[in-house]
């Protein structure tokens, strides 16, 4: 029973370059969720989407971030140009369908530095 | 905008030496408050699910409580494979995902 997978486990980009974050969810769940976890700070939301769909990128930086979550394959959130504030823990959590009462599990994060 | 406010930011205590972390939150119609502990290096994992003030979960030496206003995490009689980081998030007000606290840092001595 796989939780929820994440690849890289660490990423190292020099600034200008892109980042590709990988993440498969658990089996049986369709709602993938990114987050971002800097030093000090909690868990921010940054992106929700469905098979295909965007359903709310509110937390998703205008410029240079994007995500997918293809019919097929992996959900991937990619951010392009990358600068040193974009170092990080990337954090991808899927759940059940009926998301507002269902917890979210965690994958164990994308470590990205930016040099 | 929903918040949510963890505290202590750091607790040490001494191996069998009970006692509780707070976390306030303010949000519009909550749908569910949950607590996840989270390792160093590690993804954040799923403790429990509270959903109306009065409600009470456990599991081992962890209990959740939830009132109207904040929920509780008490730990009885912890013990070094206890230390993590306890983070508590709110789920409501409309917005998709989860609204995170900054987590208490909990370290047990043996």
């Known amino acids: 029973n796989a939780g929820v997978m994440q690849n890289p486990r660490h990423l190292v980009r020099r600034r200008g370059q892109e980042a590709r974050l990988r993440c498969s969810p658990m089996?049986?769940?369709?709602?993938v969720y990114w987050y971002r976890q800097l030093p000090e700070e909690g868990l921010k939301f940054m992106v929700y989407l469905q098979k295909e769909n965007i359903i709310d990128e509110s937390g998703m930086p205008k410029e240079r971030f994007s995500a997918e979550f293809p019919k097929e394959g992996p959900s991937i959130l990619r951010i392009q140009q990358v600068v040193r504030g974009d170092s990080a823990a990337y954090f991808c959590?899927?759940?059940?369908?009926?998301?507002?009462?269902?917890?979210?599990?965690f994958g164990n994060g994308t470590r990205l530095t930016v040099t | 905008e929903d918040q949510v406010t963890q505290s202590p930011e750091a607790l040490r205590l001494q191996e069998g030496e009970s006692s509780s972390l707070n976390c306030s939150y303010t949000v519009s119609g909550l749908r569910g408050l949950f607590w996840y502990r989270q390792d160093p290096g590690k993804g954040p994992e799923f403790l429990f699910t509270l959903y109306s003030a009065g409600e009470e979960k456990e599991k081992e030496r962890l209990k959740a409580t939830l009132t109207k206003k904040e929920s509780f995490l008490h730990i009885t009689a912890p013990k070094p494979e206890d230390s993590a980081t306890y983070l508590c998030?709110?789920?409501?007000?409309?917005?998709?995902?989860?609204?995170f606290g900054k987590g208490t840092h909990l370290i047990i001595q043996p």
């Open positions: 998030a709110v789920s409501g007000g409309g917005a998709d995902g989860l609204t």
């Open positions: 089996k049986g769940h369709s709602h």
């Open positions: 959590a899927s759940s059940e369908p009926g998301q507002g009462d269902s917890p979210l599990h």
